[in-house]
């Protein structure tokens, strides 16, 4: 097995959003490399079983809603109290397939808290711990390929992976040539929960074909941590998609995106623990 470690001992990372999907396969990805865990979600049971997946390293749990103001402050003073976080992920969030005006606000209120303001403070509370540390660190946050235009039916939260790309690749410029890279990783349609959870709709046979496994995903974005990548799409046609969106109006970007994505569904799923 092949190892990650400082001077000090293994490294340590804080994934958030860890219980199932992306999340969880980025646990067992960086378990691989021999870094310590501190895995958390709202689920213990689903931490649980995700935590004895990830063999040959220290995993520790800690239970947060993340959708909650000061939720992060929390979760950043219980994951250092084992040691320092030499990499954190942000990978919580959750979208809807609905019309902006068919969601109640409370869900959209949670909806920018979990995927932007969380993970803003996170990532605030971990630069200023690297500030005096010499030792390599890495952020990686997780957007989507619709963090390049807009998407019907999934305005909302297209928007939010917009600022979270948009944010990663300035922090990653502010931090060039410093022992902390930032990196950004924006996966297309990925075989998760996700499509369930958020309602999603009868896809076009373009979307089927560029979907991706969440093992996949989650070793596309650990290899470019660890290579310093800036900002990286995973699948080939997940690549095209968007590097071509920039020839097109984003009028008319936004059009095939709602033929690509096809309709939402009749209900909308309660939100669940994540």
């Known amino acids: 097995m092949s190892t990650y470690t400082s001077g000090r001992?293994?490294?340590?990372?804080?994934?958030?959003?860890?219980?199932?999907?992306?999340g969880a396969a980025i646990a067992r990805e960086l378990a691989a490399l021999g870094v310590d865990l501190v895995l958390t979600a709202r689920r213990r049971d689903a931490l649980d079983a995700v935590a004895a997946s990830c063999k040959g390293v220290k995993v520790e749990i800690v239970t947060a809603d993340l959708g909650k103001p000061d939720a992060a402050r929390a979760l950043w003073d219980a994951a250092t109290a084992g040691g320092p976080i030499d990499i954190l992920i942000n990978n919580a969030g959750f979208g809807y397939f609905r019309r902006f005006d068919e969601v109640d606000w409370a869900r959209?209120?949670?909806?920018?808290?979990?995927?932007?303001?969380?993970?803003?403070?996170?990532?605030?509370c971990f630069v200023d711990a690297r500030k005096t540390s010499t030792a390599p660190?890495?952020?990686?946050?997780?957007?989507?390929?619709?963090?390049?235009?807009?998407?019907?039916?999934?305005?909302?939260?297209?928007?939010?992976?917009?600022?979270?790309?948009n944010f990663s690749e300035g922090l990653h410029d502010e931090h060039r040539g410093t022992p902390l890279s930032v990196t950004c990783i924006c996966p297309g349609g990925t075989e998760t929960a996700f499509h369930a959870a958020s309602g999603g709709g009868d896809y076009s046979w373009i979307a089927n074909a560029s979907t991706k496994s969440a093992d996949f995903v989650a070793h596309a974005a650990i290899?470019?941590?660890?290579?310093?990548?800036?900002?990286?799409?995973?699948?080939?046609?997940?690549k095209l998609s968007t590097f071509g969106v920039r020839f097109l109006s984003r009028q008319?970007?936004?059009?095939?995106?709602?033929?690509?994505?096809g309709k939402p569904r009749l209900a909308l799923p309660a939100r669940k623990g994540a």
């Open 108 to 124: 959209d209120a949670e909806l920018v808290q979990l995927n932007m303001t969380s993970l803003v403070q996170l990532a605030r």
């Open 252 to 261: 008319f970007a936004s059009r095939v995106a709602t033929q690509v994505l």
């Open 137 to 165: 660190a890495h952020m990686l946050n997780i957007a989507s390929t619709g963090a390049y235009q807009s998407v019907p039916n999934m305005a909302l939260y297209a928007a939010s992976k917009a600022f979270v790309r």
């Open 223 to 238: 290899q470019a941590m660890l290579h310093g990548k800036r900002t990286v799409v995973p699948g080939l046609f997940n």
């Open 9 to 22: 001992t293994a490294k340590r990372a804080l994934v958030t959003g860890a219980s199932s999907g992306i």
